[in-house]
């Protein structure tokens, strides 16, 4: 029985489309929260960057302060608590340090001004150990909480995803004659930026206490949770299944099963070299798609030519017509300026007299080039480890 791909295929294409889009986010400014009634207040002053740019790449690089502007001291955001008095005038109860990293995304002030609860982080919601902070008076710290503090693992699988953040949740409220925080957290399988129904997950205020999780809203979500990765499990035990068995090109030139081929090729390759690979299937000349995918495979190589590098450095292609993708290849490589592909490697699949064309056409380019066997299977591997995040 063949497994179909279709969903595979999905989710590499859905990934590509967030990697191209990724999530937009205005500069930390300064902020101000005031408190239900009014009385209390708080700023927060973001630690001061060089642009988002400098921080992204210092990350990268691991230097920190991350982005840190040039000549400024501040490496915390500050958040300074007031109250009102009865005069209406503002009077300063605290001024001190958050442990975020650039600057919470939100923040809530109790009405006497004795406790503040922050929010995630500038550009990373969801993720590190004060997704929720609660500072209690002189702006000391009472508990800080990632995900798991408060949810269960299971959970936060199926919470929703973009490139740099984890859509938890909103609308978060306090409860000041419980004394308690209430966080709304989305249903388990919603998307991020799909309505959705909320689930109360209430903290103690004092002490930071998490309370124990009940009602009908909490027990239907961790049905859902359980339905959920009860699917999970049968797509990771069919992912196993397909990639313990060795890979077969397919045999006709429908383009649809060298899409599904090339998709799982290009799984294999990726793990077994620790490299991501972008590719392409040219589908076989006269296929109404042939001219379209022609160029999407020139124009990927040109990238890499240019030093543009904006599929990386690994490819694979294939095609149903070997002899059409090998000419393809040679045109294209020929083109490259001396040893402008350096570093950069080509797996395409044909027959040993396409592998040799290929390799002397890329001679002058710097490119490794990989010739897999059409004639040959690609052997199975194991997949161990837990349950890859990815397979959703």
């Known amino acids: 029985m063949r497994l179909d791909l279709r969903g595979y295929v999905g989710l590499v294409l859905l990934l590509v489309s967030s990697l191209a889009s990724a999530d937009s986010w205005a500069p930390a400014e300064v902020a101000r929260y005031t408190s239900a009634n009014g009385l209390a207040r708080v700023t927060i002053t973001p630690r001061p960057l060089g642009g988002a740019l400098n921080y992204f790449s210092d990350k990268v690089d691991g230097t920190e302060p991350a982005g840190q502007r040039v000549g400024e001291d501040q490496t915390q955001p500050f958040a300074m608590l007031m109250r009102r008095d009865s ?19 939100d923040a809530l002030v109790t009405n006497d001004g004795k406790r503040l609860v922050t929010f995630d982080n500038w550009h990373s919601m969801g993720y590190g150990s004060d997704v929720v902070v609660i500072y209690g008076q002189d702006g000391k710290l009472i508990r800080q909480f990632a995900l798991e503090d408060f949810l269960p693992e299971a959970y936060i699988a199926f919470l ?22 209430v966080l709304q957290v989305r249903q388990p399988g919603s998307g991020a930026h799909q309505p959705s129904a909320l689930v109360e997950v209430r903290i103690r205020l004092r002490d930071g206490k998490v309370l124990p999780h009940e009602g009908p809203a909490w027990t239907g979500a961790m049905a859902k949770v359980r339905e959920l990765d009860e699917e999970r499990q049968k797509r990771w035990r069919e992912l196993r299944t397909l990639r313990a068995q060795p890979l077969h090109a397919p045999r006709g030139d429908d383009a649809e099963e060298w899409r599904d081929y090339l998709v799982e090729l290009r799984e294999r390759l990726t793990e077994s070299s620790g490299k991501q690979h972008a590719g392409r299937v040219l589908p076989a000349p006269g296929d109404a798609e042939f001219a379209d995918q022609e160029e999407w495979i020139k124009g990927m190589l040109d990238d890499v030519g240019g030093v543009r590098l904006s599929f990386g450095s690994h490819f694979v292609f294939a095609s149903p017509s070997p002899e059409a993708l090998a000419r393809l290849l040679e045109e294209q490589l020929r083109s490259v300026e001396p040893r402008g592909m350096k570093g950069i490697r080509v797996t395409f699949v044909g027959l040993p007299e396409h592998g040799d064309r290929v390799k002397t056409a890329a001679a002058g380019s710097g490119a490794e080039i990989v010739l897999l066997d059409i004639r040959s299977a690609v052997p199975g591997m194991a997949l161990r480890g837990p349950i890859p995040e990815w397979v959703r």
Do not use: C, F, M
């Not at 005069?87 to 995304?105: E, Q, R």
């Not at 929703?160 to 925080?181: C, F, M, N, T």
């Open 87 to 105: 005069n209406g005038s503002w009077d300063t109860v605290w001024n001190a340090p958050l442990v975020n990293d650039v600057a919470p995304v």
């Open 160 to 181: 929703p995803k973009s490139v740099s953040s984890i859509w938890w949740g909103r609308d978060h409220y306090l409860d000041e004659q419980a004394g308690d925080l």
